[in-house]
């Protein structure tokens, strides 16, 4: 099934959800990306950081209380990682 908006899309299969989005979020490395919904993501950020993962952006918190991180992959398509609070 695709889903989507003039800004996103959403591929769902099975239980896989994939996000593919056009943004302005000037903390990102590009203008399109795909979104990577993840639990532990200071975890995954130090494991990355301490690989010296090139091209790895900062992690930081949205306005919506979220934390997201972007790579750029050898291929030049950005990857975005986020993380919504606990409730």
Known sequence: ?????????WLTYSNLKLKVISTDDSDLISNMG??????????????LFSRSVPKLGRLCHTPFGELHFSLKDPDGNSLYFREYPRL
């Open 1 to 9: 099934m695709v889903e989507g908006t003039d800004k996103s899309f």
């Open 34 to 47: 795909v979104v990577f919904n993840v639990k532990n993501i200071h975890d995954l950020y130090q494991r």
